[in-house]
Nanobody
Framework: VQLQASGGGLVQAGDSLRLSCAAS????????MGWFRQAPGKEREFVVA????????YYADSMKGRVTISRDNAKNTVYLQMSSLKPEDSAVYYC?????????????????WGQGTQVTVSS
């Protein structure tokens, strides 16, 4: 499975931004999809995930309430809508995919990673 993330950029604090991740090379509905992020000098951290149908979503505390994840199985694409962005949200955001039958491990320990897209939030 190949994951291509896009939509990153430079925004101001308080702005919103939507990231997209297009998947190819697999059966999209077989995968839990999600996002991690990594800021300079910090470990990569889980942000949010969505199950194969879109019916269940899993959030980390770091951005809960400020992010919305969605997926379009017809387009093989997952989206991350971020709002009220803060400078501390600046990071490289990685799209991930994990086989759904692995349960919570599918997004805690993903099978596939995208190349990342940079989000920079200025104060």
């Amino acid at each position: 499975v190949q994951l291509q993330a896009s939509g990153g950029g430079l925004v101001q604090a308080g702005d919103s931004l939507r990231l997209s991740c297009a998947a190819s090379g697999g059966t999209f509905s077989s995968y839990t999809m999600g996002w991690f992020r990594q800021a300079p000098g910090k470990e990569r951290e889980f942000v949010v995930a969505i199950n194969w149908s879109g019916g269940s979503k899993y959030y980390a505390d770091s951005m809960k309430g400020r992010v919305t994840i969605s997926r379009d199985n017809a387009k093989n694409t997952v989206y991350l809508q971020m709002s009220s962005l803060k400078p501390e949200d600046s990071a490289v955001y990685y799209c991930i995919a994990g086989l759904r039958q692995r349960g919570s491990s599918s997004y805690r320990y993903p099978d596939y990673w995208g190349q990342g897209t940079q989000v920079t939030v200025s104060s």
